[in-house]
């Protein structure tokens, strides 16, 4: 039974060291782009951690994010199962959200860029004010509120590209050190020389010298 117990609370810290800490994610509008179907779409400077990425969202899904959160937020369940419900709720539901229009000028858009740059910076703020290990225990028991964030800003799917070239990266190295210590080994071979330990024996010693007379002198003292 204790060892079941600490196997699977072994289990969570891993899962909760290895998970996203969403108490440093930053979002910031970073401009605005016209799509092929003529919607606007408005790209988004993603950072968490030490990693920054970027993400296109339309109005409407950025629309949809709110409203999936705000209801959320109503649930009982999730009010009294979420540590950090009281740092990241309060007075969400009041944030000003920009409204539809049916026309947009150029002067809407800007309007529009600013007011989801500040729905964002408050969300943000929200989450950094949580504690970072509490807010990771939450994330890995399933907590809907932040896995609805982490998917919509791609968290989950940024940090495993980034340990992909981690992982690539390091592969590369290891190769490069194996070639090294290869080349280091050979040069070491071609400066060995055999010796005549007595009569019908013979042992190879290496040295590392590259030139066989320095290798000679080396025996002689």
């Not at 950094?128 to 919509?152: D, H, M, W, Y």
């Not at 592969?171 to 330990?197: D, L, W």
Request: glycine residues 4%.
């Amino acid at each position: 039974m204790v060892n079941a117990t600490r196997s699977k609370c072994m289990s969570m810290d891993v899962s909760t060291q290895s998970a996203p800490d969403l108490s440093t994610l930053q979002v910031k509008v970073g401009e605005l782009r016209l799509s092929p179907d003529g919607t606007w779409l408005y790209l988004l400077q993603v950072t968490c951690g030490c990693a920054r990425w970027q993400v296109a969202k339309r109005y409407s899904e950025i629309r949809e994010l709110w409203l999936e959160l705000s209801k959320t937020l109503s649930d009982n369940a999730v009010q009294s199962s979420c540590t950090e419900h009281c740092h990241f709720l309060a007075g969400f539901e009041q944030d000003k959200f920009p409204k539809k229009h049916l026309l947009l000028t150029q002067h809407k858009l800007e309007a529009r860029a600013s007011e989801l740059d500040q729905f964002f910076l408050k969300m943000a703020m929200r989450l950094n004010l949580c504690n970072p290990i509490q807010l990771q225990t939450c994330r890995v028991r399933g907590c809907e509120l932040l896995s609805l964030i982490a998917k919509f800003f791609d968290v989950d799917a940024e940090q495993a590209k980034n340990r992909s070239a981690l992982g690539f990266s390091r592969s590369i190295s290891m190769q490069r050190e194996v070639r090294r210590h290869n080349q280091q080994f050979s040069k070491k071979r071609r400066g060995s020389i055999s010796v005549s330990m007595g009569v019908g024996l013979s042992r190879r010693f290496s040295f590392g010298f590259q030139d066989r007379h320095c290798a000679v002198a080396a025996l002689a003292q």
